[in-house]
């Protein structure tokens, strides 16, 4: 790495007064032909493109990005990560990439500021406490270093929770995984960027996909904005956007698209050091580094394009809020935005081969991708590159809405972010 | 002894209301009218607080919501305590305290100032190159970096204060009373429109109240004047409400809009009391007219941020509006004729300035013209390169500019100053038009980015729209008017408009510098401290989109979302890439406009009113008698019934003995009921359900399980047929709403031929079930009438009755699997009749139970309960209840899922009883089930769901879903606790009575 | 938030309403019949359209009848409602 980032490099070019600092990633014209192209530069697509190339040696590949890279919901999402799933498939999905969030800064030469401050999920009624412990057990017995908390450790963990039981959701236990915290969003997209820019991968933004061109059942190329571009491997990462790229194969898939609302107080000193999320009510809030609560508000029922969603959610989330940290009153909302997430009817994701050669998807993280971002690129680079999933993916393959083995979500984590 | 810098007496300060107000703990005066940027500015206080990441002193810089810098927490360490509050925003009150945010140990000296020397090597986005050694100290160096983060403090009490929402149905909708807002009010009241007219300010008018300048006239008054009238005209339309304090928030889709009403912020303390603080105003208007104005943008040179710098225009306010002299040595430095218009007002209140200086070179207007006439340093063609002073300007150095502006030259100039006006031109306020999906245009002459396309029926008029003068406002204005909202005239043809303002200006959004980019500070982002170099730096390494350069340097991320320099950012962004600015783009103003108070967005949806408890006709007997309860969906069950200071364990287990024993009494009013009448009501039940309904007699009931279309148990409920073409269907208690709204969406859209009709009839009926050996006899008591014979009233069966005159339904059913009757009758007479059967079933120590013991009794008899016992993954194959799955229908919600490869697998989990070696241990709901401890990983074959210790069989019983559990009979198995493991055998999921004789004993 | 024009009560604010995905989707009159690819196509496979989508929606809190709503979901734009079993407006 000819410019590794550290503090000595910072002093050094302080004398320089950072003119020479070189581009954390090029910005190249697309070129007629790649040996895979992966459509979406958020931070799955960017990951899988850094893993085709570093662990599958695929270098000449490519990352077409619509409009700027991290600019869905990498950008938008309120940096939740977790591992402390119910099901075996998802907590091996979600641990897998919980392992890799441990080193990321350091494999990437990139501070992702992936902090483990802990989450706390909140039980509010007795039936909340058995799926709690139920996942808890499964969870310990998976390795996953979760652990069940009555309302006084609750209390402990994070004071400025109100516990009384009086009031309408009261605290009766919690979990905890101390492993899991957060990350800061863009610098993942951004350092996934400059790590697959150095091993050749060109990042191609403002380039839209138009269309997909076949031959019989397989794939050949993409007619994009900058042009068309052949290529037999299509890894599709398009988040919101994935059935709009599928209909263009004419593939429909089990997804829906959703309003999904976030929004950000004003920056105060440290108030609340861990992430605390309540399903019943919910409302998940968090303090960034800089100082702000990051509140993630619920999804509308409807389905829409348009990143924005309706003001009733907002304003149900700050009800759940004030009720479990009425100190908060005072504070004040700074802003307020949508992304648009794609969610399917067993809230998992799909990371798959489909009945087209040659194209693949990776879609479905629903109100909660973010945290698996290492290792859904990891997969769906193995997934790509071996034309076949890794052990790890295969429960998440598109034929388990025909089977019906699904992997359910829902039981355990009505949302799953 | 601080100054006292206080000019003249404005209509809006009462010089006879002295008002005291501790700053830093000191106290100073100031008068009613006064905002706390104003009070301090007469006091001669300049430094208010210290930047987010240099920690560099700063000052207040604007007087009004754009406020970056002097941003302070009022109220410190008590329950009124607010962080980030714009001093240019509070109006003062007796009694307000505030202090200065993000220093330590004070404003004067701030130990993170340290960083302002540090800043060399913490250029933009340094936090992501570094502080990734040792891997594990990550959160260690975070743990700084946070406490240094962060502005003000946030509350640690809760909120004493009330809010409340309201919502507002409008013809027309003004926003900002300017003086496009008051003649666009105005119009459309005078013809008809109910109109609501918002300001964020206290008072009405905008800039042009105090205009009060010869060089600004309207039909011969000057425009101030001119104004007020307008405004006093406007108070007489009774279809014209006028909200000041109000600051619009957001401008979403459909003309939804949310607006803030301030109703008590300005007031003393103790005059708050049982007032509402805020109001949270949702508007609807049919129409949407935009007169937000626009904000003066500043000047980005070397150190720029100074205490003592201002916007130009902020100078001018608080000299006319407030009289108030910001500084006594005043300079003035602008591209364009606004910070002449500052200059006169100044020169006429009597307030020194010592020079102006214009990035222009040849220039003239009236305005110019009157200034040099009174003898005011003009430097035309200069730029300032830097300035001095830490705590407060004290100096500004000059030098020429280049024909092009890339450069400066000749010789530096000095010139000594306690206050500096910038002037930058003007930047129409789009944020909320462009929030509510307005696309703009960038207007090059005088880059500024206006209203393009309207996403609804909606106008932007007056500056916000780009009409940044007198002449254009009055000339447009009623134009825009007439066609918006399609009339003939308005009072404002051909008014004689006259304006000395002279549009020219030299737009430089970086200015140049003596010295490399480099070793200068030209802030773009006050608040946050971005600097352009910071901008360029980001572009310099590969970050183009300007949604990257913002997230990159934090740009425009502070408390004032970079209302004033976004627009120099995505200047700085063009000119260094070389694209255009039109083609740029701009970042997304997001909501709220303003930063809104958590509490005004939940206004009363807080406390008891969060989300209301539905309470049972009986729930003021269970809690006289002591009842702890349980939530369940949205209802309070009484959960068991301590008595005598029992634990809930010796409660519950006296009660569930008590039921089997001789009887107990439970309040089951919860469970959803709907009726379902209708030509065509067993064909629905038969499509809903998974049983056949057709051969069901009336006055029989039977239960049934319901699907979902995935296969899956979706509820579950007794059903009983009240006559030919009627039935009652009971549904579980949480899942009442949507098993209704389910049924209606299959009967309205699948099968709208089929003749049924449903009600929810939940809360029209109380319902109380008495079950036990005992039980008859005690309903014989309370309903004499009724023949309650096996022959007569049979297990699944139904009885109209009467108790006296009140009409009930009588069902044998039962969830315990005692002999039991349920009693349901209206709702109002539900606990008449439920202490009529205490008073019948006393001799029989008659027990009432709560949802607990309800558990614990239908599990000894296997009876599974909806959400518990299954999850979304469990069909009724799997639960062991093929007998309730019909074979011969044709078609029912859910069957066809039931064949698909996975559901017809033999080794999915299946329900299971589960007893432990130990019968006193009772298993923890939620337990994992393994079969081998030794295989690695260990394989969970499934989880324990319902378990309790059972006083009647006395041992522990327990239901649990297991992997294969049907063909798995007496195996043994294991529960791996942290601490133990324990034995379980699987045995049949019915414990007691599997012959179900008690049902008839 | 939308006003949704409900064709038995008039215009309403989105609140009162839930959606209920996309239209037209018939349930299978012979569920039997299908494959199991078929049945998964019914159940679960969507448009997922950007664009001019055909939904369903339900006034929950007012007359409790569903009706169909033609809606731009790139921009929220409400086109037309109309009542179940009605033919769907051609543009």
Redesign the interface.
Same mark, same amino acid.
């Given at each position: 790495m000819k410019n590794k980032y550290s503090i000595f490099s910072l002093i050094k070019n302080a004398f320089s007064y950072h003119e020479n600092w070189e581009k954390a990633w090029k910005d190249p014209e697309p070129k007629k032909e790649y040996d895979a192209i992966i459509v979406g530069g958020g931070g799955h697509g960017l990951a899988t493109a850094y893993y085709l190339a570093k662990k599958h040696n695929m270098k000449n590949i490519a990352v077409v990005e619509k409009g700027w890279i991290g600019g869905g919901n990498t950008g938008r999402n309120t940096t939740i990560i977790r591992s402390n799933y119910l099901w075996d498939a998802s907590a091996g999905l979600y641990d897998h990439a919980l392992k890799i969030w441990e080193g990321l800064s350091q494999e990437l030469n990139y501070n992702v500021m992936f902090s483990q401050r802990g989450v706390m999920n909140l039980a509010h009624n007795l039936q909340d406490v058995r799926d709690l412990k139920r996942r808890t057990h499964a969870n310990r017995l998976n390795g996953i270093d979760a652990v069940y908390l009555n309302t006084e450790q609750v209390k402990k963990f994070c004071p400025i929770i109100n516990t009384s039981p009086d009031i309408r959701y009261p605290v009766l236990g919690g979990t905890l995984q101390k492993r899991a915290g957060t990350a800061r969003h863009d610098a993942v997209a951004w350092g996934y960027a400059r790590g697959a820019d150095q091993m050749g991968v060109d990042i191609i933004q403002n380039c839209e996909v138009k269309s997909i061109k076949r031959n019989g059942d397989s794939v050949e190329g993409i007619e994009t904005t900058k042009g068309y571009i052949k290529t037999n491997k299509i890894g599709v990462v398009a988040a919101g956007?994935s059935?709009?790229i599928a209909?263009m194969a004419g593939l429909? $898939?089990? $997804?829906?698209?959703k309003p999904l609302q976030a929004l950000v107080s004003e920056p105060v000193k440290p108030i609340i050091d861990t992430v605390v999320m309540s399903n019943a009510v919910h409302a998940y809030v968090s303090q960034s580094d800089k100082g702000e609560l990051v509140i993630g508000a619920g999804t509308?029922?409807?389905?829409?394009?348009?990143q924005?969603g309706?003001?009733?959610i907002v304003e149900g989330t700050l009800n759940a809020i004030l009720e479990l940290y009425p100190i908060f009153s005072r504070m004040r909302m700074l802003r307020q935005w949508g992304g648009i997430v794609?969610i399917c009817?067993d809230a998992s994701p799909i990371i798959s081969k489909t009945s087209i050669k040659g194209l693949y998807f990776n879609c479905g993280w629903g109100t909660g991708g973010f945290k698996a971002t290492p290792g859904s690129g990891d997969l769906f680079a193995h997934t790509i590159a071996n034309d076949e999933p890794h052990k790890l993916n295969a429960a998440f393959n598109i034929n388990r809405?025909?089977?019906g083995d699904l992997v359910d979500e829902h039981g355990a984590a009505a949302v799953a972010h | 002894m601080t100054k006292n810098l206080r000019v003249k007496t404005t209509k809006l300060i009462d010089e006879t209301y002295k008002i005291s107000f501790k700053f830093n703990g000191t106290t100073y005066y100031g008068y009613k009218g006064d905002t706390l940027a104003s009070a301090l500015l007469a006091n001669d206080i300049h430094l208010v607080g210290r930047s987010f990441k240099y920690h560099r002193p700063r000052g207040i810089m604007t007087a009004g919501s754009e406020e970056p810098n002097a941003i302070v927490q009022l109220h410190n360490n008590t329950s009124l305590t607010e962080p980030n509050v714009r001093a240019t925003e509070i109006e003062i009150y007796e009694g307000l305290e505030a202090s200065s945010q993000n220093c330590w140990p004070s404003v004067n000296f701030d130990i993170g100032g340290i960083n302002n020397f540090l800043s060399p090597v913490l250029p933009a986005g340094f936090y992501y190159k570094t502080f990734m050694w040792p891997a594990s100290f990550w959160e260690k160096y975070e743990y700084f970096i946070r406490k240094s983060a962060g502005l003000g403090k946030s509350p640690t009490k809760p909120d004493p204060d009330i809010y409340e929402h309201r919502y507002i149905h409008c013809d027309v909708l003004v926003v900002g009373a300017g003086i496009s807002g008051i003649m666009a009010a105005k119009t459309a009241a005078k013809n008809g429109f109910k109109t609501l007219l918002v300001d964020e300010k206290s008072y009405l008018g905008g800039s042009t109240i105090y205009q009060n300048s010869e060089n600004f006239k309207i039909n011969n008054q000057t425009s101030n004047s001119w104004l007020e009238k307008e405004i006093n005209e406007i108070k007489k339309f009774e279809n014209l409400e006028i909200k000041i304090r109000t600051s619009v928030a957001a401008f979403?889709?459909?003309n939804?809009l949310l607006a803030r009403e301030n109703l008590t912020d300005h007031l003393p303390v103790e005059q708050r009391k049982n007032k509402t603080r805020h109001r949270l105003l949702k508007i609807?208007a049919k129409k949407v007219i935009m007169a937000t104005g626009s904000l003066e943008r500043p000047l980005i040179f070397d150190n720029n941020d100074r205490p003592g710098i201002l916007l130009s225009s902020a100078i001018e306010k608080y000299a006319n509006l407030f009289g108030v002299m910001c500084g006594e040595k005043n300079v003035l430095f602008t591209n364009n004729d606004s910070a002449y218009e500052t200059a006169i007002s100044l020169f006429k209140k009597g307030i020194n300035i010592e020079a102006i200086i214009d990035n222009r070179e040849e220039i003239d207007s009236k305005l110019i013209q009157e200034t040099e006439k009174n003898n005011i340093k003009i430097y035309k063609g200069y730029t300032v390169v830097n300035t001095a002073g830490y705590k407060r300007i004290n100096k500004i150095s000059i030098m020429q500019l280049s024909k092009d502006g890339q450069k400066v030259l000749g010789s530096k100039i000095s010139i000594s100053c306690d206050c500096l006006g910038i002037s930058g031109g003007w930047t129409p306020a789009v944020h909320l038009f462009t929030q509510s999906?307005g696309k703009l245009k960038f207007r090059d002459e005088d880059q500024v980015f206006i209203p393009d396309k309207y !996403?609804s029926d909606q106008i932007s008029i007056g500056s916000c729209n780009g009409d940044f003068t007198l002449n254009e406002i009055l000339s447009n204005v009623p134009n825009s008017l007439r066609k918006f909202l399609n009339i003939k005239k308005t009072d404002y043809e051909n008014l004689e408009v006259h304006s000395s303002f002279n549009k020219s200006k030299r737009n430089i959004w970086l200015l140049p510098s003596d010295k490399v980019i480099g070793k200068t500070k030209p802030f773009v982002d006050y608040q946050n401290d971005a600097t352009a170099k910071d901008i360029k730096l980001a572009l310099r390494e590969g970050f183009r989109s300007i949604e990257h350069v913002k997230r990159y340097t934090t740009t425009g991320m502070g408390t004032d979302q970079g209302k004033l320099g976004n627009m120099h950012a995505l200047g700085i962004i063009s000119e260094t890439a070389g694209s255009k600015m039109g083609e740029l783009g701009t970042t997304t103003f997001r909501p709220p406009y303003t930063p809104l108070t958590f509490g005004t967005i939940v206004g009363r949806n807080v406390g008891e009113y969060f989300d209301i408890f539905r309470k049972t006709p009986m729930h003021d007997w269970h809690v006289q008698n002591k009842a702890e309860f349980e939530n369940v969906g949205q209802w309070k069950r009484a959960w068991y019934y301590p008595q005598n200071g029992e634990s809930m364990h010796d409660a519950v287990q006296r009660e569930s003995k008590a039921a089997r024993d001789s009887a107990g009494i439970l309040d089951a009013s919860t469970l959803g009921k709907i009726d379902i009448q209708g030509t065509d009501a067993s064909e629905f039940l038969n499509r809903v359900y998974t049983n056949a309904w057709s051969k069901l007699s009336i006055g029989k009931c039977r239960y049934g399980l319901m699907l979902n &279309? %995935?296969g899956m148990v979706y509820d579950d409920g007794v059903t009983t047929r009240l006559g030919e073409n009627h039935y009652i269907m009971t549904t579980t208690t949480g899942g009442a709403a949507t098993v209704l709204?389910k049924l &209606? %969406?299959y009967l309205?859209? &699948?099968w !709208?031929e089929l003749d049924v009709y449903l009600t929810s009839v939940t809360d029209h009926y109380a319902t109380v079930s008495v079950c036990g050996p005992n039980s008859k006899k005690i309903v014989s008591q309370v309903i004499p009438d009724l023949d309650f014979s096996d022959e007569n009233f049979p297990h699944m069966s139904f009885k109209n009755a009467k108790i006296g005159k009140i009409k009930c339904r009588v069902m044998r059913i039962s969830f315990t699997g005692e002999h039991s009757y349920e009693i349901n009758v209206q709702a109002n007479y539900g606990k008449s009749v439920w202490e009529k059967c205490m008073e019948a079933g006393k001799e029989f120590n008659i027990t009432p139970y709560g949802t607990e013991t309800m558990h614990l009794l239908r599990a000894e008899k296997g009876f599974i309960i909806v959400g518990q016992d299954t999850d979304a993954t469990m069909t009724p194959i799997d639960l062991q209840m093929d007998w309730i799955v019909s074979k011969k229908k044709? %078609?029912f919600i859910g069957?066809?899922?039931l064949?698909?490869?996975d559901t017809i697998r033999e080794d999915r989990k299946q329900l299971v009883g589960l007893l432990t070696e130990n019968p006193d241990d009772v298993l923890e709901e939620g337990a994992q089930i393994v079969g081998d401890m030794n295989k690695s990983p260990v394989e969970m074959l499934g989880h324990v769901t319902s378990s309790y210790y059972s006083p009647n069989l006395r041992k522990s019983i327990a239901l649990g879903v297991v992997k294969g559990g049907k063909n798995m009979m007496g195996q043994k198995l294991i529960i791996p606790m942290e601490s133990k493991q324990i034995n379980v055998t699987v045995a049949d999921p019915v414990f007691l009575d599997k012959e179900n004789k008690r049902l008839n004993a | 938030?939308?006003?949704i024009n409900c064709p038995y009560c008039g215009e309403r604010?989105?609140?009162e309403f839930? +959606?209920?995905?996309?239209a037209h989707i018939?349930?299978?009159k012979?569920?039997?019949e299908?494959s199991?690819?078929q049945? +998964? =196509?019914y159940?679960?496979?969507?448009?997922?359209?950007?664009g001019i989508?055909f =939904?369903?929606?339900?006034h929950?809190h007012g007359c409790?009848?569903?009706f169909n709503v033609v809606?731009d979901?790139?921009?929220?734009v409400i086109e037309a409602v109309y009542k179940?079993?009605e033919k769907p407006p051609t543009k």
């Open positions: 956007h059935s709009v209909n429909k $898939l089990p $997804l829906e698209s509308d029922d409807y389905v829409s394009y348009s924005k309706s003001h009733d794609d009817p809405f025909v089977s | 979403h889709g459909y939804f609807r999906g !996403p &279309e %995935d709204g &209606e %969406d309205q859209t &699948e !709208p044709y %078609d069957k066809r899922s064949y698909r490869s | 938030m939308f006003i604010e989105q609140s839930k +959606a209920g995905g996309e018939v349930r299978p012979q569920p039997t299908l199991d690819d049945w +998964a =196509e159940l679960f496979m969507r448009k997922n359209i950007k989508q =939904e369903r929606w339900v929950t409790r009848k569903w809606r979901t790139s921009n929220d179940m079993g």
